[in-house]
């Protein structure tokens, strides 16, 4: 299927605006991080009328809940932002997880975690492991651990950990074009990284070390595509086929999948990194079929 007229002129503006040059090299992305940090995490939209949101804080870091206003909650999602573990959340985020709070009835907890390169090694996973046990603690109804990009290799790393320690991280994992293996090994992400028009490899690698520190980059808890994924929860996974993380992505589905866990792959070969998260046909498509997984799971 050919791309829709919005996805093309999305891709268009990314190539035109140049959004891979704050990956170009570890220069530009230790550039673009301190841009973030004078700027800050967006902020999630005020006034909405049918969701409501409130924030905590934890070990001095922002969490946030997001409810339906006037609807019983059926499902409860702990999603964990992308943005290379090294960039805040963005307004991109914030309107992905309103439409599913809306159209899926979800209690979605949204920590703002430890980044690099002010934080590293373990230094996330401790924090999002701490507040997934009180959180799956006080579950009242079906839950899901989410994230997309690095918030969705977190998330995997997370259920491993938590399979490890003998608890069940969720009833579903769903991770948006995950970043699986910082190091990015696979010879297949050189070939598309020419045609990316969101990440570039060098930036991309450089992030990855910056996350890792003094663990190393090959560190399961750093790349869980690394660790044994035996046990975990079935898991919804979206990847683009225009996407350097694309094909490590891949593989670690079919790692899983022969590890006997249960994956629903759903691979769109014309689509960049994070599409779901924007506005085109495309993701419009694929945020209903997060929101039929979810009600699913409340049904």
Same mark, same amino acid.
């Given at each position: 299927?050919? *791309?829709s007229?919005?996805?093309?002129a999305?891709?268009?503006?990314l $190539? %035109?605006?140049r959004?891979?040059?704050?990956?170009?090299?570890?220069?530009?992305?230790?550039?673009?991080v301190?841009? +973030?940090?004078?700027v =800050?995490?967006?902020a999630p939209?005020?006034? %909405?009328?049918?969701?409501?949101?409130?924030m =905590?804080? *934890?070990?001095? #870091?922002?969490?946030?809940v997001?409810r339906?206003?006037?609807?019983e909650?059926q499902?409860?999602?702990?999603?964990?932002h992308?943005?290379?573990? #090294?960039?805040?959340?963005?307004?991109?985020?914030?309107?992905?997880?309103?439409?599913?709070?809306?159209?899926?009835?979800?209690?979605?907890l949204?920590p703002?975690?430890?980044?690099?390169?002010?934080?590293c =090694? %373990?230094?996330?996973?401790?924090f999002?492991?701490g507040?997934?046990?009180?959180w799956?603690?006080?579950?009242?109804?079906? +839950?899901?651990?989410?994230?997309?990009?690095?918030?969705?290799? @977190?998330?995997l790393?997370?259920?491993?950990? #938590?399979?490890?320690?003998?608890?069940?991280a969720?009833?579903?994992?769903?991770?948006?074009?995950? !970043?699986v293996?910082?190091?990015v090994?696979?010879?297949?992400?050189?070939?598309? /990284?020419?045609?990316?028009p969101?990440?570039? @490899?060098?930036?991309v *690698?450089?992030?990855?070390?910056?996350?890792? &520190?003094?663990l190393?980059?090959a560190?399961p808890?750093i790349?869980p595509?690394?660790?044994?994924?035996?046990g975990?929860p079935?898991?919804?996974?979206?990847? &683009? &086929? #225009?996407?350097?993380?694309g094909?490590d992505?891949?593989?670690?589905a079919?790692?899983? $999948?022969?590890?006997?866990?249960?994956? /629903?792959?759903?691979?769109?070969?014309?689509?960049?990194?994070? !599409?779901?998260?924007?506005?085109?046909?495309?993701?419009?498509d694929?945020?209903?079929?997060?929101?039929? +997984?979810l009600r699913? %799971?409340?049904?």
């Open positions: 299927m050919s *791309r007229l919005g996805a093309l999305t891709f268009t503006l $190539r %035109l605006m959004r891979r040059r704050i990956y170009a090299s570890r220069a530009a992305l230790l550039e673009g301190a841009q +973030t940090r004078r =800050g995490p967006a939209p005020s006034g %909405l009328a049918d969701v409501s949101v409130t =905590g804080t *934890r070990d001095g #870091c922002p969490v946030y997001l339906p206003a006037r609807r909650v499902v409860q999602v702990l999603y964990l992308g943005g290379a573990y #090294c960039r805040p959340i963005t307004r991109f985020h914030w309107h992905l997880l309103i439409d599913l709070a809306r159209r899926a009835n979800a209690e979605i949204v703002l975690y430890p980044l690099a390169p002010e934080a =090694g %373990l230094s996330a996973l401790h999002v492991s507040l997934h046990t009180e799956a603690s006080r579950a009242a109804a079906p +839950t899901v651990l989410m994230g997309d990009s690095a918030g969705g290799g @977190l998330a790393a997370l259920a491993v950990a #938590c399979r490890d320690e003998g608890r069940v969720a009833e579903r994992l769903m991770l948006i074009t995950p !970043w293996d910082v190091a090994p696979s010879a297949e992400a050189q070939r598309i /990284d020419a045609s990316d969101m990440l570039a @490899l060098d930036g *690698r450089a992030a990855g070390e910056l996350y890792a &520190g003094e190393g980059v560190h808890s790349s595509a690394r660790a044994d994924l035996r975990l079935s898991m919804t996974m979206y990847v &683009g &086929g #225009c996407d350097v993380l094909p992505a891949l593989e670690m079919a790692q899983a $999948r022969s590890a006997g866990v249960v994956v /629903d792959l759903q691979v769109q070969p014309d689509m960049m990194h994070v !599409w779901p998260l924007l506005g085109f046909r495309e993701a419009r694929a945020r209903s079929h997060m929101v039929a +997984t699913n %799971l409340s049904a």
